[in-house]
């Protein structure tokens, strides 16, 4: 099968690799389970769908892999028992297909294109999607863990021979309805476990959970910028050759921001549209706090009467059904109980006072 050329480098651009989170879940389960060292990785089969422009990562699988630390040129990969697997996963669900392989990384490695290669018995063009499964210090602490790429011919510009390579394509997160609800409750499980506060609520509606993923956004695009920065640094001090493509991209985004310093009423319009979003997310926050105030209270005063019904003895209840029976409401039965127990005291007082009423 033979690989793609750079003329159709610009149409992988345009591809979208959607990751779903069972996915993650599960490279970060087998990369658990094997005891790995500093320079060691694991690596595994990704299933799902290629629509073209969109490659749907819904399932994947570990597979057996081994490879020299001293020489990663050498390794062995199980090829037998991947399309054992495939046949077992295709009898339960045959629209999920391999559409190429993952591994811990968390960088690339030398042997990833040979192994790209291997997976074309599979699939056409088989995309590497790396996962970064480290707790701190990795892709995560700064935004998405993972990275994709498609094996490319570049043909360069002096025309020498051409050179296999990586092409990089971005990728997206995205869960379904159920996927949601079931992170939410993982989500959940870990902050009970972890003895975080019961108030903290994680949930994707809190305030709370969009103000830390904004922090977190915005950590990642300062780790890019640098990184801009690093590059740009680098190329200039001749350290490393240019990229066209990579400068192309970096004006594209310089001639997207908006002018703020010399025209003062565009930056004015931007801060007051930025204070207008802001001011809907605190009364949007505000208001979500008084409705659940509200709610709290109510259960309360139900809770109140519950238990004010569950004190009242047997002949009190059976007075209470006979008055809904005829149609009358308990309070004027009580009321006019009252009454009558204040006129006949008022009676007898009133006998008291006549001549001869005098009690003994």
Same mark, same amino acid.
């Given at each position: 099968m033979p690989g793609l050329t750079t003329a159709q480098v610009t149409e992988l651009s345009g591809t979208n690799v959607v990751i779903h989170p069972l996915v993650l879940l599960s490279v970060v389960d087998h990369a658990a389970r094997v005891p790995l060292s500093k320079n060691k990785r694991v690596l595994g089969v990704l299933l799902g769908q290629d629509n073209g422009t969109t490659i749907n990562v819904a399932n994947s699988f570990a597979? #057996?892999?081994?490879?020299?630390?001293?020489? #990663?040129?050498?390794?062995?990969?199980?090829?037998?028992?991947?399309?054992? /697997?495939?046949?077992?996963?295709?009898?339960?669900?045959?629209?999920?297909?391999?559409? %190429?392989?993952?591994?811990? %990384?968390?960088?690339l490695r030398s042997s990833d294109l040979e192994i790209s290669q291997l997976f074309k018995r599979f699939c056409p063009r088989p995309v590497m999607v790396i996962v970064d499964?480290?707790?701190?210090? %990795?892709?995560g602490d700064t935004g998405i863990p993972t990275d994709a790429y498609?094996?490319?011919?570049?043909? !360069?510009?002096?025309?020498?021979?051409?050179?296999?390579?990586?092409?990089?394509v971005p990728t997206s997160i995205e869960a379904e309805e159920a996927e949601e609800i079931g992170v939410e409750h993982? &989500?959940?499980?870990?902050?009970?476990?972890?003895?975080? #506060?019961?108030?903290?609520?994680?949930?994707?509606?809190?305030?709370?959970?969009?103000?830390?993923?904004?922090?977190?956004? &915005?950590?990642?695009?300062?780790s890019r910028l640098v990184e801009i920065k690093d590059y740009l640094l680098d190329v200039r001090k001749n350290k490393l050759p240019v990229n066209h493509q990579v400068i192309y991209q970096l004006q594209e985004i310089v001639g997207l921001l908006p002018q703020l310093g010399g025209d003062?009423?565009?930056?004015?319009?931007?801060?007051?549209?930025?204070?207008?979003?802001?001011?809907?997310?605190?009364?949007?926050? /505000?208001?979500?706090?008084? &409705?659940?105030?509200?709610?709290?209270?109510?259960?309360?005063?139900?809770?109140?009467?519950?238990?004010?019904?569950?004190?009242?003895?047997?002949?009190?209840?059976?007075?209470?059904?006979?008055?809904?029976?005829?149609?009358?409401?308990?309070?004027?039965?009580?009321?006019?109980?009252?009454?009558?127990?204040?006129?006949?005291?008022?009676?007898? !007082?009133?006998?008291?006072?006549?001549?001869?009423?005098?009690?003994?």
């Amino acid at each position: 099968m033979p690989g793609l050329t750079t003329a159709q480098v610009t149409e992988l651009s345009g591809t979208n690799v959607v990751i779903h989170p069972l996915v993650l879940l599960s490279v970060v389960d087998h990369a658990a389970r094997v005891p790995l060292s500093k320079n060691k990785r694991v690596l595994g089969v990704l299933l799902g769908q290629d629509n073209g422009t969109t490659i749907n990562v819904a399932n994947s699988f570990a597979i #057996p892999f081994e490879e020299d630390e001293r020489d #990663p040129r050498t390794f062995f990969l199980d090829l037998d028992y991947v399309e054992e /697997m495939w046949r077992m996963f295709r009898k339960v669900n045959a629209k999920e297909r391999p559409i %190429g392989f993952y591994h811990t %990384g968390p960088r690339l490695r030398s042997s990833d294109l040979e192994i790209s290669q291997l997976f074309k018995r599979f699939c056409p063009r088989p995309v590497m999607v790396i996962v970064d499964v480290r707790a701190t210090g %990795g892709r995560g602490d700064t935004g998405i863990p993972t990275d994709a790429y498609f094996a490319v011919e570049e043909i !360069k510009d002096d025309g020498t021979a051409t050179q296999r390579t990586f092409t990089h394509v971005p990728t997206s997160i995205e869960a379904e309805e159920a996927e949601e609800i079931g992170v939410e409750h993982l &989500l959940r499980d870990i902050a009970s476990s972890s003895s975080a #506060p019961s108030s903290s609520l994680l949930t994707t509606q809190s305030l709370s959970t969009k103000v830390t993923s904004q922090l977190q956004a &915005l950590r990642g695009l300062h780790s890019r910028l640098v990184e801009i920065k690093d590059y740009l640094l680098d190329v200039r001090k001749n350290k490393l050759p240019v990229n066209h493509q990579v400068i192309y991209q970096l004006q594209e985004i310089v001639g997207l921001l908006p002018q703020l310093g010399g025209d003062v009423d565009l930056g004015k319009a931007f801060r007051v549209g930025v204070n207008d979003q802001t001011l809907v997310v605190y009364l949007s926050a /505000m208001i979500r706090t008084v &409705l659940a105030l509200h709610d709290l209270i109510e259960n309360r005063i139900e809770n109140a009467q519950q238990e004010l019904e569950d004190a009242k003895s047997p002949a009190e209840k059976e007075n209470e059904l006979a008055a809904e029976a005829a149609g009358l409401k308990v309070e004027d039965i009580a009321k006019a109980r009252k009454e009558k127990e204040k006129e006949e005291k008022e009676k007898e !007082k009133e006998k008291d006072k006549e001549p001869g009423g005098k009690k003994k």
